[in-house]
């Protein structure tokens, strides 16, 4: 009996039905998709574009991590939150705006395109926004071909 018990938790983690019961089933609202509404600087409200530098860090190359990161991105996770209370991989490379002091924080996750045999690559580009006073008031996130840092990232970056 126990055999039969083990077996059938071996077919489940394998089948992915944990993963689904751990990390949600992917029905109903997905984040795969970046977000709509334009995130404005909290103190000019001008639009903020996308910073993508060519040497900012990966932080992880998973699936279910990057979707996570892409989740918690879209729902206001981090607004409110200071940066230093993110993870050292998300702050190794910044650049200051040029207004107020407010400063941008990059990283991105590397993954494959799901499929068969793909050799396709892209990254996922995660910037945090920050008023001077290290507090956070934005995110957004968007994927890219995994060339695209390589040959248009920007160089203006600081280490921290």
């Not at 008023?131 to 280490?159: A, M, V």
């Amino acid at each position: 009996m126990r055999t039969l018990l083990l077996l059938a938790l071996m077919e489940c983690l394998l089948s992915g039905f944990l993963r689904d019961i751990v990390f949600g089933s992917g029905g109903g609202a997905t984040a795969s998709e970046p977000q709509h509404e334009p995130l404005r600087d909290a103190e000019t409200g001008e639009v903020i574009k996308m910073w993508v530098p060519k040497n900012m860090l990966r932080t992880s190359s998973w699936e279910f991590q990057a979707r996570g990161e892409e989740a918690r991105c879209s729902s206001g996770y981090y607004k409110g939150k200071n940066v230093a209370d993110l993870f050292p991989s998300q702050r190794t490379i910044y650049k200051e705006l040029p207004n107020y002091g407010n400063s941008i924080w990059a990283y991105y996750y590397g993954e494959d395109i799901p499929g068969f045999g793909t050799t396709d690559w892209y990254i996922t580009v995660f910037n945090i926004y920050a008023d001077k006073n290290g507090r956070i008031y934005g995110c957004l996130w968007q994927k890219f071909p995994s060339e695209y840092r390589l040959e248009y990232g920007t160089s203006d970056g600081i280490r921290p």
